[in-house]
T-cell receptor
Framework: GQSLEQPSEVTAVEGAIVQINCTYQTSGFYGLSWYQQHDGGAPTFLSYNALDGLEETGRFSSFLSRSDSYGYLLLQELQMKDSASYFC???????????FGSGTRLQVQP | DADVTQTPRNRITKTGKRIMLECSQTKGHDRMYWYRQDPGLGLRLIYY???????NKGEISDGYSVSRQAQAKFSLSLESAIPNQTALYFC??????????????FGPGTRLTVL
């Protein structure tokens, strides 16, 4: 089966940088995705890593290391609006739908 | 208009009642999904469908059933609701062309409370 582990909560201050880690166990997968969900809202797609390395999209970057079964989401120049839950997800080669981690709740403080 | 819509947005019902949650999409996607979200447990897959004739159980399908009435419509039924089915339910769609990412587009969610 597949399993993904993330920290349950992370707190950071406005303007800072924060890293949200995701470790996974799966026999094979296409890549690692990240989703953002604000309180009361729906999850929205943020980024995807098919290959090892860093993918950058504005203030957000995502990293994947297949050899370490590890990835992270990096948020720079934190803003209050970044307070949300962040989920990593994988599409395994043996399974036809995404498996999501349990999510990391990020609180950005002034 | 929203691309993925869910009705109702909120529902309170009693144990033993039959409940149907509906999902419609205008994105033209073939793949549709139903997830359940509980605090601290993330998103868990209930059922998914890759076309009208391809319906599959997810990791927590017991107590639920689905119907794919058309490419654009995917409904979730609780035949006899029980209190531990109280949760936030999300419908999602994805596009075959993004098969390796399987990028999902979520509806606004239905908050279901079973008393």
């Amino acid at each position: 089966g597949q399993s993904l582990e993330q920290p349950s909560e992370v707190t950071a201050v406005e303007g800072a940088i924060v890293q949200i880690n995701c470790t996974y166990q799966t026999s094979g997968f296409y890549g690692l995705s990240w989703y953002q969900q604000h309180d009361g809202g729906a999850p929205t797609f943020l980024s995807y890593n098919a290959l090892d390395g860093l993918e950058e999209t504005g203030r957000f970057s995502s990293f994947l290391s297949r050899s370490d079964s590890y990835g992270y989401l990096l948020l720079q120049e934190l803003q209050m609006k970044d307070s949300a839950s962040y989920f990593c997800a994988v599409l395994s080669t043996g399974r036809r739908a995404l498996t999501f981690g349990s999510g990391t709740r990020l609180q950005v403080q002034p | 208009d929203a691309d993925v819509t869910q009705t109702p947005r909120n529902r309170i019902t009693k144990t033993g009642k039959r409940i149907m949650l509906e999902c419609s999409q205008t994105k033209g996607h073939d793949r549709m999904y139903w997830y359940r979200q509980d605090p601290g447990l993330g998103l868990r897959l209930i059922y998914y469908s890759f076309d009208v004739k391809d319906i599959n159980k997810g990791e927590i399908s017991d107590g639920y059933s689905v119907s794919r009435q058309a490419q654009a419509k995917f409904s979730l039924s609780l035949e006899s609701a029980i209190p531990n089915q109280t949760a936030l339910y999300f419908c999602a769609t994805s596009d075959l062309s993004g098969a390796s990412t399987d990028t999902q587009y979520f509806g606004p969610g239905t908050r279901l409370t079973v008393l």
